[in-house]
């Protein structure tokens, strides 16, 4: 018998044990950037006001920094440090805003912000006035909103449940056409374009679009600023207000903000923006709980000028109502290149000249 002998060949296969040390990959670290302005303010348009950016790179190698002035690119630089110039004789006043970028060649970014006020470089022109007529005004008118148009003047008055839409007599202050808005909002500026009568309501964030002569509404729009003050406009766009610095431009169509401006003179922003006018190709506008009207470049947000109307109202009239409130409403008539005001609750609206100081 033949023994046979098996072999059993055992093939040991190495077991690679993949070990958890505990240590997941380390997050690359972005890159740290800074903006500095090395020019102290305040800042006032012409200034050349100067930012020192410097970043610095805790992994990997430095590609790259991107400075961005108000939204838009305005250097791409590959130095880690360096210095950036702003010239400010064309730019609108009111805050502008700053972001640089820094990537490495890895792909990692880091971002820094920064931003700065730019006040106006002129001294405002003070004007006291003249009156040249005095009108009858309606005692119960809550002036929110005042207009001329073809010889008649239209009034939007305020306060809920009394707030409503007129069309007067200038001479007389017989009211001709009006109508009511329910009792639920509150009315505010007024302006007509196109046709079209346009009104805001104080915080219920709607506007109503009526036809000029008929009254009949249109349509309603809603509109993203908390409170609505001052309407008027500029033959194309409607300007409006919300008692804050800025202005807003919207498409009197679509509803869209087609640009806003931020209100200072040399001293500082301007907020209580109140009841607006556009008056030769200026923004006039009452500042709220004030005797002052103040005229704006509808441009750049500079106030041009200041116009004190104290004294207006005669104190035997003033004293003579308790519910008479502040100066509120302002009216040209470009036909005619007249001036009116008035107030909420006056008995009086005044056509006046100004009388520079």
Known sequence: ??????????????????????????????????????TKGPFHTGDEISLTIKTKIKQGTFRNTELFFDGKLV????????????QTDKLKVGTHFLKAIATTSEGSTGENFSDFLLLSNLIPEKYNYRIINTYPHNIEHFTEGLEIKNGFLYEGTGQEGSSAIYKIDLSTAKIIKEIKLDSNYFGEGITILNGKLYQLTYKSQIGFVRD???FEMIKTWNYKYEQGWGLTNDGK????SDGSEFIYFIDPESFKEIKKIQVCNNRGVVTNLNELEFI??????????T???????????KIIAEIDLTGLLPSTLLNSRSTIDV?????????????YVTGKLWPKLFEIELVKK
Do not use: H, Y
């Not at 250097?75 to 702003?86: G, H, Q, R, T």
């Not at 005797?291 to 947000?301: H, Y």
């Open 1 to 38: 018998m033949k023994q046979v002998t098996i072999i059993l060949l055992f093939t040991f296969l190495p077991i690679f044990v993949m070990l958890n040390c505990a240590q997941s990959s380390k997050r690359v670290r972005p890159p740290v950037t800074s903006i500095n302005l090395t």
């Open 75 to 86: 250097l791409n630089s590959d130095k880690a440090d360096f210095i950036f110039n702003i």
């Open 212 to 214: 000029a002569e008929t």
């Open 237 to 240: 766009s409607l300007i409006m």
């Open 280 to 289: 030769n190709g200026q923004i006039w506008a009452n500042l709220w709980t």
């Open 291 to 301: 005797d002052t009207l103040v005229k704006i470049d509808s441009e750049t947000g």
């Open 327 to 339: 100066l509120n409403g302002i009216a040209f008539d470009n036909a005619k290149n007249k001036i």
